[in-house]
C-alpha cells in the first residue's frame, strides 16, 4: 500500500497519561502535516514539517503536545497529560508538490 | 477570520440526479489552491478535486467538478449522477503557500 498510513486506528486512555501516535507519509513526499478533527468540524492544522524541519506549529498545538519527524520519514505527534478535550481525530497527510494532499485513515483518541 | 466559508450544513439529492455544494473563500493572495474532499463514516479524508487560481478551465474529475468563480470567490462542488456511496461530509479547503485551511463541511445525503 502506497498511501498515508497512521497508527494506532483507535486509542483510549485515562485522563493524564501520555499517548504518542505515529504517521507514516507517501514516501516522496516532503511534507507531512497534522491536523486535528472534533465531531462536526472541519480539520484544523496543528504542525507541519518540511522534510524533518518542523516549520509551523499552531496556537491550538499547546506545550503538552510535540511532534516530531526523525530523519525527513515518519513522524509522531506525543500528547503528555491528555485531557478530556483532547479527544478527537488526529489526522495525518503528506504532499509533493502543490495540488496534491492526501490523508491517512487517522488517529482516533477517546480520552476517559 | 473565517476563510473557508460553508453554508449548507446538510444537503439532499435524489439518486442520479446532480447537485451541488457551495464553498467561498477569502483570500488577498492571487496564487492559491482550492479542494474538495471526501469524508465518509469510516473517518479517512478522500481528495476529489483542485483547481489552482491561475487555471483557465473548471477542474473535472469523473463525475465531480469544481465550478470556479474567481471575482466571486466561489468554488462549489457539483456532483452529477448521484449514487447511495456519495452520502457522506465533504469538505471544501483552501490552501496559500503551505497552509491549508478547511471550511465546516457539508453533509450530503443520497435518497434512493
Known amino acids: 500500500d502506497t498511501g498515508v498510513s497512521q497508527d494506532p486506528r483507535h486509542k483510549i486512555t485515562k485522563r493524564g497519561q501520555n499517548v504518542t501516535f505515529r504517521c507514516d507519509p507517501i514516501?516522496?513526499?516532503?511534507?507531512l502535516y497534522w491536523y486535528r478533527q472534533t465531531l462536526g468540524q472541519g480539520p484544523e492544522f496543528l504542525t507541519y514539517?518540511?522534510?524533518?524541519?518542523?516549520?509551523?506549529k499552531s496556537r491550538l498545538l499547546s506545550d503538552r503536545f510535540s511532534a516530531e519527524r526523525p530523519k525527513g520519514s515518519f513522524s509522531t505527534l506525543e500528547i503528555q497529560r491528555t485531557e478530556q478535550g483532547d479527544s478527537a481525530m488526529y489526522l495525518c497527510a503528506s504532499r509533493y508538490t502543490y495540488n496534491e494532499q492526501f490523508f491517512g485513515p487517522g488517529t482516533r483518541l477517546t480520552v476517559l | 477570520a473565517q476563510k473557508i466559508t460553508q453554508t449548507q450544513p446538510g444537503m439532499f439529492v435524489q439518486e442520479k440526479e446532480a447537485v451541488t455544494l457551495d464553498c467561498t473563500y477569502d483570500?488577498?493572495?492571487?496564487?492559491?489552491?482550492l479542494f474538495w474532499y471526501k469524508q465518509p463514516s469510516s473517518g479517512e479524508m478522500i481528495f476529489l478535486i483542485y483547481q489552482g487560481s491561475y487555471d483557465q478551465q473548471n477542474a473535472t474529475e469523473g463525475r465531480y467538478s469544481l465550478n470556479f468563480q474567481k471575482a466571486r470567490k466561489s468554488a462549489n462542488l457539483v456532483i452529477s449522477a448521484s449514487q447511495l456511496g456519495d452520502s457522506a461530509m465533504y469538505f471544501c479547503?483552501?490552501?496559500?503557500?503551505?497552509?491549508?485551511?478547511f471550511g465546516a463541511g457539508t453533509r450530503l445525503t443520497v435518497k434512493p
Open positions: 483570500t488577498s493572495d492571487p496564487s492559491y489552491g
Open positions: 479547503a483552501m490552501r496559500e503557500g503551505d497552509d491549508m485551511r
Open positions: 514539517f518540511q522534510n524533518e524541519a518542523q516549520l509551523e
Open positions: 514516501s516522496e513526499h516532503n511534507r
